[in-house]
Structures are given as C-alpha cells and as structure tokens.
T-cell receptor, first 117, second 112 residues
C-alpha cells in the first residue's frame, strides 16, 4: 500500500537557521515519483520538485536541496538559511506508475514550518 | 505561463443543497484530478479523469459526487446534497505528459 509519513508536525526556527523536513514513503512499485509542495497561508499548493525513482541524485535549487535515499525510503527537504517567507506547510507526496490512466498523488500530513525573525 | 483556474474561490451553501465547483485545466493536458483538503488536514485524492471517463476514485468519492467535462475545456465537480463534513478546500489539478500535476488555487466550500 502507498503511504507517505511526515513525522514532524511543526517546526519552529529562527531566521537564517537551516532546517530539514523529513519524508518517508512506502510503495510496492519500483517506478514512482516523489514530490514536495509548499502551501503558504494563502492556501494554494506550490510545486517545488518532482523526482523519479530511478534518479537518486540529490538536487539543489538555490536555498533548497533534496536528499533522496531509496535504501531508507526517504526524500528529505532542506532549506538553508531560512527566511520568514519560507513559513508555510510543506507536503511530501508520492505517485505510483508511469503513464497509466491515473497518477494520483498520495500526500503526507504536512509539516508546518514557522520561521521567526 | 498557462495555469489552472477554479471558480468560485469561496462558496457558501446550506446543507442539502447541490454545488458545482468549476475548473479550467491547462488546455493541452490529458489527465484531470480533484483533491480535497479539510481545514488543517492533508490533501486527499478524490477522483481522476482521463479520456472522458473516471479512471480512479477514492472511498470519499461516493454517489453524492460526480465529475464532468461538459465542453472539452471546463472540468466540474458536483456534490448533489452537501453535508457539513463536505466543508473543505477543493483543488483541481491537470497533468501533462511529464507527470507533473498543476494545481488550481482551490475553492473553499463552506456548508452551513
């Protein structure tokens, strides 16, 4: 069965601190996608990254970086030098399969990140 | 940049009334989805739609719910007889061939 676990419900940091958001997933498929979305207080879902199961290379985009480890079924997200604008709920999500008639996303419960000035 | 749009942004309705939530997906996308997020909770899959039919639905998507793509552009979610527990944010998403889902801004449904 598919499942995404984000064990950290809330994290509070002070501006400029680094912070890592954890994501652990379960799937029986060998082909799948993993995602991170940001949900600011305004409520929309902002796409951050998609990673397919064949690509374990870490990715860096500005202050954001992602660590994908199949051995531990984890896809962790690190924000370096956090800023107040990073305050949001962050969701990790999983999609199984390629090119089927549905690629539904299974979301974790989210981590609320509060960055204090 | 093309985007998914949803109307209305906020809908207030009385219990037992029918509501229709509207979405305009990105024009060349093939897969369409509805998700629901009850306040303070995670985003949950409701239904996926491909090739003019439902391809998968969750346990939440019972007989009170239906989806339609009436004119090849709009994608609608209808709730026939709303209940208090249907109060939530409803997100539409459309997906291109690269399996990236683009979400609309959501419709907040309040059932009183």
């Amino acid at each position: 069965a598919q499942k995404v676990t984000q064990a950290q419900t809330e994290i509070s940091v002070v501006e400029k601190e680094d912070v890592t958001l954890d994501c652990v997933y379960e799937t029986r498929d060998t082909t799948y996608y993993l995602f991170w979305y940001k949900q600011p207080p305004s409520g929309e879902l902002v796409f951050l990254i998609r990673r397919n199961s064949f690509d374990e290379q870490n990715e860096i985009s500005g202050r954001y970086s992602w660590n994908f480890q199949k051995s531990t079924s984890s896809f962790n997200f690190t924000i370096t030098a956090s800023q107040v604008v990073d305050s949001a709920v962050y969701f990790c999500a999983l999609s199984e399969g390629y090119g089927g008639a549905t690629n539904k996303l299974i979301f974790g419960t989210g981590t609320l990140l509060a960055v204090q000035p | 940049e093309p985007e998914v749009t949803q109307t209305p942004s906020h809908q207030v309705t009385q219990m037992g009334q029918e509501v229709i939530l509207r979405c305009v997906p990105i024009s060349n996308h093939l897969y369409f989805y509805w998700y629901r997020q009850i306040l303070g909770q995670k985003v949950e899959f409701l239904v996926s739609f491909y090739n003019n039919e439902i391809s998968e639905k969750s346990e939440i998507f019972d007989d009170q719910f239906s989806v339609e793509r009436p004119d090849g552009s709009n994608f609608t979610l209808k709730i026939r007889s709303t209940k208090l527990e249907d109060s939530a944010m409803y997100f539409c998403a459309s997906e291109d061939r690269s399996y990236e889902q683009y979400f609309g801004p959501g419709t907040r449904l309040t059932v009183t």
